[in-house]
């Protein structure tokens, strides 16, 4: 018995659709509405003195009416602006969560170990949910064991009797 045509073609295309990958985050927009991440609150713009002696326009260059917005954001944020330096020390203040944290000793290539074997378990884990019809957000499905659900943690606390002012409770 022949498989009809329509079967077939349609096999096909669920087939060449499950093939692609799009990576484990799926951030596209879901319309074509406003980016609120292009719209940069920067400082308001002001009048040069001379235009003669303006500097030549460089692409990606520090800007005249904000020349460091990031550290701008840290200061607005609460931190140091000295903080975005790789060389400066560890302050004070962070010493004691320094010692505390390194108290078992600190490999040099920590990061790097990290992020390989993250990538292993993403490979290991995410090996069967790239099979999809429709782009769908499979971070949650491949970190679904490790992710915690702060609606249970917060009923344990309480039931424990540590106060949650934070959170409502549940209805």
Same mark, same amino acid.
């Given at each position: ?8 073609? =349609? %096999? =096909?295309? @669920?087939? @060449? ?18 980016? +609120? ?13 001379? /235009? ?11 800007? *005249? %009416? ?14 140091? +602006?000295?903080? =975005? ?11 004691? *969560? @320094? %010692?505390?944290?390194?108290? /078992? ?10 992020? +390989? ?7 290991? !884990?995410?090996?069967?949910? !790239? =099979? ?10 491949? /970190? ?10 917060? +009923?344990?606390?309480? !039931? !424990? ?8 409770? *549940?209805?």
């Amino acid at each position: 018995m022949r498989m009809p045509r329509a079967i077939l073609v =349609l %096999t =096909l295309a @669920v087939v @060449v659709a499950g093939c692609s990958d799009i990576g484990l985050r799926n951030l596209d927009p879901p319309g074509a509405g406003p980016d +609120e991440f292009s719209v940069l609150p920067v400082k308001p713009l002001t009048q040069p003195k001379d /235009y003669a002696f303006l500097p030549a326009p460089t692409p990606g260059g520090a800007n *005249l %009416t904000d020349p460091n917005p990031k550290a701008d954001a840290v200061v607005a944020l609460g931190g140091s +602006e000295a903080a =975005l330096n790789p060389n400066t020390a560890i302050p004070a203040s962070d010493a004691a *969560l @320094v %010692t505390a944290s390194s108290r /078992y000793g600190v490999p040099a290539n920590t990061r790097q170990v990290t992020a +390989e074997e993250d990538a292993a378990f993403r490979k290991n !884990r995410g090996r069967w949910t !790239r =099979l999809r019809l429709f782009p769908v957000d499979r971070y949650s499905q491949v /970190y679904e064991r490790q992710s915690i659900d702060a609606n249970a943690t917060n +009923e344990a606390a309480r !039931r !424990r009797g540590i106060e949650t002012p934070s959170a409502p409770p *549940l209805e």
